[in-house]
């Protein structure tokens, strides 16, 4: 069974604080993404990479895709409240195979 | 609107009475995908589809069965259900195979419970 090891599992920081969120497999995929999900609905899309090295900014999320492709991670600066929500990493195949990470749930305080 | 729709969004059944869980898109997606997600697991693959007729086995397809006779609709049928398939269930859509990482939308999701 293919991984993908996400961590931390659990994060409490307060407001304006930096964090990075890491995934980490054996494997090697075509893409990796990461979503959010707020509670009561489905995961919504933040960002893709596909290219080894490929770093993506999102206004103050910044992620990454490491060379080998078989890593990422996520990092917030000057976390916000509304940042506050769960955090999934997901490696695709080129079969269209897609592996999720464990999650990460956030909690930005005041 | 574009969108994923899912039906029901909640069930309570009991163990061995099928059920079908049906997911219908309206953007034309060629990928379709089915995941459970439970606490501290992520969300783990059941069955995907990258185009009419044609059905992979993901991660956890063992319970389960899909099927793909239109593009629109990908139904997850559990012929016998049992208490360890009680789980929230998604249904997700994206327009090439899925492949290359492009955009998934997901469903609301559906609440099932196995007693």
Known sequence: ????????????????????VYCNSSSVFSSLQWYRQEPGEGPVLLV???TGGEVKKLKRLTFQFGDARKDSSLHITAAQTGDTGLYLCAGGYNTGK??????????VKP | EAQVTQNPRYLITVTGKKLTVTCSQNMNHEYMSWYRQD?????????????????????VPE?????????????LILESPSPNQTS?????????????????????GTRLLVL
């Open chain 1, 48 to 50: 893709t990479v596909v």
């Open chain 1, 98 to 107: 897609l592996i999720f990470g464990q999650g990460t749930t956030l909690q």
């Open chain 1, 1 to 20: 069974t293919q991984l993908l090891e996400q961590s931390p599992q659990f994060l409490s920081i307060q407001e304006g604080e930096n964090l990075t």
């Open chain 2, 63 to 75: 319970g389960y069965k899909v099927s793909r006779k239109e593009k629109r609709n990908f139904p």
């Open chain 2, 88 to 108: 929230l269930y998604f249904c997700a859509s994206s327009l090439g195979t899925g492949a290359v990482g492009e955009t998934q939308y997901f469903g609301p």
């Open chain 2, 39 to 59: 606490p501290g697991l992520g969300l783990r693959q059941i069955y995907y589809s990258m185009n009419v007729e044609v059905t992979d086995k993901g991660d």
